[in-house]
């Protein structure tokens, strides 16, 4: 029989037992999508605008993506070996990896996110676009969140781009390199072995995942502080539709009709038949 | 007619029935030559001398020098001495006999070093080969669902992935630095001569730079449409692809650019190897180089089979971040602030399985 306190405390077990990453990320997605997305959806839509609510959901959501990121800065810190798989995640879907960058999304596709609101607002006029009819039964202040963006908003996006400019480039000569030295050790070690039977090329491999967890962290870093630059930089309609837009295009990446429809689609994505060597 | 027969074995003084130049010009100073049938004898041998200097020419221009050419040298201009030293009016019919069987012996000793060589070459140029067929192979089926596989090929493990990968495969540079490094060991014939290797090191550091820097604009381009996925994928939040274009043809427009940076980046892998086997290294360096880089793949691959995860990574899940999920909307709503924090506060322990 249960100990009557047993209630109120969580069992050992179910405490210590680690789930799959790939199970957390399920969750952690499930949660964006079928929580906080439609929350925030929701506080975007209701009018009158309450800003505090609002700004309640913004931060609910940014919390819940920036803490993806310290989950996997925690998964690789704890085990060095979790890297590849993190790196390469299986349980991200056939549209997604391509356009994986140390993992997850590239950090320009932050500031270009931005960018796009704030050309779409530029191009409002003359357009009828799909943005609008989705944006109609909003409150004015939602709608008319990227006209005229302070002067302050635009230096802050261009200081962000500038350094995304010198890290991005930075990030990948540091894997460059990284793979290059661990080439020269194995490359060295099958000198001095004078084949493969006695080599030995743990260390060099363990040398080289810790180099890269560094580079991973940074990359993490850099995502999430793009992320945090952007959303300090932006009032709060700005915030939770820039959030918003983020969520939605996660989301998009897991929509099961267009998952279907490119699984099966079989026409060669060029007419090439070969490389032209 | 003995004393004839004497002459050969009273200068050979190793007594192996062979005779050397020295052996040859002590014999020769001892000797008149003056009938025809020597002279012929000498004819005879500067005939086959030349031909033999043919064969070595030829196996010379076919596949560069090294360390056999060297050896081979060697025999034939030991051939072309013994054949001199044959040459003489003493010389009877018989050893000239015994000389030919030798001398076609030895020929045959050298077609067959050339013909092991002429394989080496046609074992290389099909290890060449190989890789672009491999990458065909791989590329040609290109559906839309094929270019992650490009990206993320499933013949590799997660570590192999990671510690060499770049666009789905070995990083050419990285290949040149293989190359590097084996040049640099004693193992390599060519880094017997400093001045040689010098400029084997010199081309190859121009090499790798050359090839970092084409490195550098592919991993542009990709940058590039990784960076505007979420402007031209049919499901941005604002939607700047094309106006009446469906979300397929969207999806494929980006795969296309996307395939197009792999092909890229496999002819570059190509490039490097065959500048690495035809423009930097000799036949047997190029030979070694080769049996180095299959050997180097496996020893990896072993590797990262050993460092595999099993069940592949896991994570300690914070307090109520399962049980959640199972939750009603109604409490979600209360709840997800408290689980958000609670993962951000509490932070996500990860452990090994």
């Known amino acids: 029989m249960p100990s009557p306190f047993s209630i109120f405390s969580r069992s050992s077990t179910t405490k210590e037992t680690p789930i799959p990453f790939k199970d957390y990320y399920t969750n952690w997605f499930n949660t964006l999508k079928n929580t906080l997305l439609p929350l925030l959806h929701h506080s975007l839509s209701s009018s009158p605008s309450t800003p505090t609510l609002l700004s309640s959901h913004l931060h609910l959501i940014l919390h819940h993506l920036l803490s993806y990121y310290e989950s996997l800065d925690l998964a690789v810190t704890t085990n060095s070996?979790?890297?590849?798989?993190?790196?390469?995640?299986?349980?991200?879907?056939?549209?997604?990896?391509?356009?994986?960058?140390?993992?997850?999304?590239?950090?320009?596709?932050?500031?270009?996110?931005?960018?796009?609101?704030?050309?779409?607002?530029?191009?409002?006029?003359?357009?009828?676009?799909?943005?609008?009819?989705?944006?109609?039964d909003r409150p004015c202040q939602v709608v008319m969140a990227w006209k005229d963006p302070s002067k302050h908003l635009i230096i802050k996006i261009e200081q962000i781009e500038r350094g995304l400019r010198l890290m991005v480039p930075a990030l990948l000569d540091r894997v460059k390199k990284t793979q290059s030295g661990f080439v020269g050790k194995v490359a060295e070690e099958w000198v001095?072995?004078?084949?493969?039977?006695?080599?030995?090329?743990?260390?060099?491999?363990?040398?080289?995942?810790?180099?890269?967890?560094?580079?991973?962290?940074?990359?993490?870093?850099?995502?999430?502080?793009?992320?945090?630059?952007?959303?300090?930089?932006?009032?709060?309609?700005?915030?939770?539709?820039?959030?918003?837009?983020?969520?939605?295009?996660?989301?998009?990446?897991?929509?099961?009709?267009?998952?279907?429809?490119?699984?099966?689609?079989?026409?060669?994505?060029?007419?090439?038949?070969?490389?032209?060597? | 007619?003995?004393?004839?027969?004497?002459?050969?074995?009273?200068?050979?003084?190793?007594?192996?029935?062979?005779?050397?130049?020295?052996?040859?010009?002590?014999?020769?100073?001892?000797?008149?030559?003056?009938?025809?049938?020597?002279?012929?004898?000498?004819?005879?041998?500067?005939?086959?001398?030349?031909?033999?200097?043919?064969?070595?020419?030829?196996?010379?221009?076919?596949?560069?020098?090294?360390?056999?050419?060297?050896?081979?040298?060697?025999?034939?201009?030991?051939?072309?001495?013994?054949?001199?030293?044959?040459?003489?009016?003493?010389?009877?019919?018989?050893?000239?006999?015994?000389?030919?069987?030798?001398?076609?012996?030895?020929?045959?000793?050298?077609?067959?070093?050339?013909?092991?060589?002429?394989?080496?070459?046609?074992?290389?140029?099909?290890?060449?080969?190989?890789?672009?067929?491999?990458?065909?192979?791989?590329?040609?089926?290109?559906r839309l669902k094929d270019v992650p596989q490009l990206l993320m090929p499933k013949w590799f493990l997660p570590h192999e992935l990671a510690t060499l990968a770049w666009l789905g495969d070995w990083r050419p540079s990285a290949i040149l630095d293989l190359v590097h490094v084996l040049v640099q060991s004693s193992s390599f014939s060519l880094s017997s001569s400093s001045s040689n290797s010098n400029a084997v090191e010199r081309l190859l550091a121009q090499l790798i730079h050359e090839i970092r820097i084409e490195e550098a604009i592919i991993d542009e381009e990709m940058a590039e449409i990784q960076a505007t996925c979420i402007i031209l994928l049919p499901f941005a939040p604002i939607r700047n692809h094309r106006r009446g274009a469906n979300a397929?043809?969207?999806?494929?427009?980006?795969?296309?650019?996307?395939?197009?940076?792999?092909?890229?980046?496999?002819?570059?892998?190509?490039?490097?190897?065959?500048?690495?086997?035809?423009?930097?290294?000799?036949?047997?360096?190029?030979?070694?180089?080769?049996?180095?880089?299959?050997?180097?793949?496996?020893?990896?691959?072993?590797?990262?089979?050993?460092?595999?995860?099993?069940?592949?990574p896991v994570i300690l899940p914070a307090q109520d971040f399962e049980g959640s999920e199972r939750k009603s909307d109604a409490t979600r709503h209360q709840q997800s602030s408290f689980r958000v924090f609670g993962i951000r506060k509490s932070g996500v322990m990860c452990t090994r399985p």
């Not at chain 2, 013994?82 to 000389?99: N, P, Q």
């Not at chain 2, 076609?104 to 002429?118: D, F, S, V, Y």
């Not at chain 2, 990262?304 to 995860?309: F, H, R, S, T």
Request: aromatic share 8%; net charge negative.
């Open chain 2, 248 to 312: 397929l043809s969207c999806i494929r427009a980006e795969f296309k650019k996307i395939e197009r940076v792999i092909v890229k980046a496999q002819q570059l892998r190509l490039k490097a190897l065959e500048l690495a086997v035809k423009k930097v290294l000799r036949q047997s360096d190029a030979a070694e180089f080769l049996v180095a880089f299959a050997g180097i793949q496996e020893v990896i691959h072993q590797l990262a089979a050993k460092q595999k995860l099993p069940k592949g």
């Open chain 1, 81 to 136: 070996n979790n890297l590849p798989y993190l790196l390469y995640p299986s349980w991200r879907n056939s549209l997604e990896i391509p356009f994986l960058f140390l993992g997850d999304l590239h950090p320009y596709v932050f500031t270009n996110l931005l960018r796009s609101f704030l050309d779409e607002a530029d191009n409002d006029e003359d357009t009828d676009n799909d943005r609008q009819v989705l944006v109609f």
């Open chain 2, 1 to 142: 007619m003995a004393e004839l027969r004497k002459m050969p074995s009273g200068v050979n003084s190793e007594g192996d029935r062979m005779i050397d130049f020295k052996e040859l010009k002590v014999m020769m100073m001892s000797a008149r030559w003056d009938s025809m049938d020597a002279f012929k004898e000498i004819r005879n041998c500067q005939v086959q001398e030349e031909e033999s200097q043919a064969m070595q020419s030829k196996g010379i221009e076919r596949e560069g020098d090294s360390d056999e050419t060297d050896h081979l040298a060697v025999v034939v201009q030991c051939m072309t001495v013994h054949k001199r030293g044959r040459s003489t009016k003493e010389v009877s019919g018989g050893m000239f006999g015994l000389w030919r069987q030798e001398q076609k012996t030895r020929a045959a000793r050298l077609e067959k070093q050339l013909k092991a060589r002429w394989k080496i070459e046609e074992l290389i140029e099909e290890q060449l080969n190989r890789f672009p067929a491999h990458y065909n192979h791989a590329v040609l089926p290109a």
């Open chain 1, 192 to 277: 001095n072995c004078e084949g493969k039977e006695k080599m030995d090329v743990s260390e060099a491999m363990k040398a080289e995942m810790e180099e890269l967890v560094s580079v991973f962290l940074d990359a993490n870093r850099l995502r999430r502080s793009v992320i945090s630059e952007i959303v300090g930089a932006l009032n709060v309609y700005q915030g939770a539709l820039f959030l918003e837009g983020l969520a939605q295009f996660l989301v998009g990446f897991q929509d099961k009709n267009l998952l279907r429809e490119f699984e099966r689609c079989k026409t060669p994505v060029s007419e090439r038949v070969g490389l032209s060597l």
